[in-house]
Each structure stands twice: as structure tokens, then as C-alpha cells.
T-cell receptor, first 117, second 114 residues
């Protein structure tokens, strides 16, 4: 069982609100990720981080932002939520692969189901 | 275009029966292939990871196979249980990229009936 936690599990908010989705892991993993997943669809990478003070945008264009001030914490923020942001957001972490191997194992949190009205 | 295609999209079986889920990919270059189980409303949990040189790997009642030549993988579930009801996601990783990019399939939704 992975020690990666997301809060809240469910969030219903109105359009225009600022929200922060929390993600914390206690495994000391360097790499952390945010994925977006709609029902019946594949996961899309929206942000990732290789360590403290390192953040990059993923494949899917997103109006969200992230920060990585501490190794264990990788929050995602939406400055002004819109109905198009309604989705499930999954946080994940992994240990950066060592020399000679690329088989990093991803550990996922339980996700935050966001609904914007 | 790098893609991961899974079939069937959904599957219903009776408890105790076996089933096989398919994954075809066009990702190149290829590093490894993973199968994940995702319960409704939860995050995916890793079942198996296979590299180019591995053609089968088991995890309890789950057995994954890989044919890197035809770019196909299957996940076989033996003696299904009600708790096997979930979405099973095939994920392929490329190599040569510092990111070790992951390509996700849309999953097969498995329902096990009593």
C-alpha cells in the first residue's frame, strides 16, 4: 500500500472560485505527478516535478499551476475554476530510476473528484 | 503516433471464470509495459511491469504476457472474484527520453457477477 494522500476526495464548487488540491507522500520520492482522468478515458499528465523547486507542464494543456517547496508536498491550484475543469485529478509519486533501469513504479493517490458548477 | 489500444472496452463474467484482456501498442521505442488495476473512485494500483526481455509475469491470479515483436500484451485473470471488478489499464513506457514517458490505454472495465 502506497503512502500517498490526496485531499479532498470530493469537491463541488462554483465557477470562478480558487481551489487547491492537496497531495502528500511520506515515501521520500523525488518524482511527483498530477494526472487528469475523465470517465472511460485515459490518464493525461498535466504537471510533474523531479524534486524540490522543479515543476514542468505535462502533455495536456492545463490552466492549473503547481508548486514543490517540500519533497513530500505537491499541491495543484486552479485560480478560477470553470465547468470544463470538472474531472478526476490523480496525484502520483515514484523514485527516480537508478542508473541502468527505467522501471520506475508509480504509486497513485485515491484521487480528487472535482465538480465545478 | 504512439498509442495504446485496449480491448474489449468492457467485459462481464461470472465469478470463478477466467478472462483475458488485450492491449496493443504502437509506442516506439519501447521500454516497458505495465498493467494497473483501478477500482471505481480510486487511484490505479500496479499489477505487473514487464521489460522487452520478459514475455510473462505473474502476480497471484493475474498473469501478463508480452510479445514485443507484435507489440501485444494480455492480462489473464484466473478464477475471478467479485473484488476483481475494476478497470484494468495498460500503460507503455518509451525509452530514450529523460522523462520515461508513459502512454495510457483507456482501460477495460471488468464486472464480475456472483
Amino acid at each position: 500500500e502506497a503512502d500517498i494522500y490526496q485531499t479532498p476526495r470530493y469537491l463541488v464548487i462554483g465557477t470562478g472560485k480558487k481551489i487547491t488540491l492537496e497531495c502528500s507522500q511520506t515515501m521520500g520520492h523525488d518524482k511527483m505527478y498530477w494526472y487528469q482522468q475523465d470517465p472511460g478515458m485515459e490518464l493525461h499528465l498535466i504537471h510533474y516535478s523531479y524534486g524540490v523547486n522543479s515543476t514542468e507542464k505535462g502533455d495536456l494543456s492545463s490552466e492549473s499551476t503547481v508548486s514543490r517547496i517540500r519533497t513530500e508536498h505537491f499541491p495543484l491550484t486552479l485560480e478560477s475554476a470553470r465547468p470544463s475543469h470538472t474531472s478526476q485529478y490523480l496525484c502520483a509519486s515514484s523514485v527516480a530510476p537508478g542508473q541502468g533501469t527505467t522501471n520506475e513504479k508509480l504509486f497513485f493517490g485515491s484521487g480528487t473528484q472535482l465538480s465545478v458548477l | 503516433k504512439n498509442q495504446v489500444e485496449q480491448s474489449p472496452q468492457s467485459l462481464i463474467i461470472l465469478e470463478g471464470k477466467n478472462c483475458t484482456l488485450q492491449c496493443n501498442y504502437t509506442v516506439s521505442p519501447f521500454s516497458n509495459l505495465r498493467w494497473y488495476k483501478q477500482d471505481t473512485g480510486r487511484g490505479p494500483v500496479s499489477l505487473t511491469i514487464m521489460t522487452f526481455s520478459e514475455n510473462t509475469k505473474s502476480n497471484g491470479r493475474y498473469t501478463a504476457t508480452l510479445d514485443a515483436d507484435t507489440k501485444q500484451s494480455s492480462l489473464h485473470i484466473t478464477a475471478s472474484q467479485l473484488s476483481d471488478s475494476a478497470s484494468y489499464i495498460c500503460v507503455v513506457s518509451d525509452r530514450g527520453s529523460t522523462l520515461g514517458r508513459l502512454y495510457f490505454g483507456r482501460g477495460t472495465q471488468l464486472t464480475v457477477w456472483p
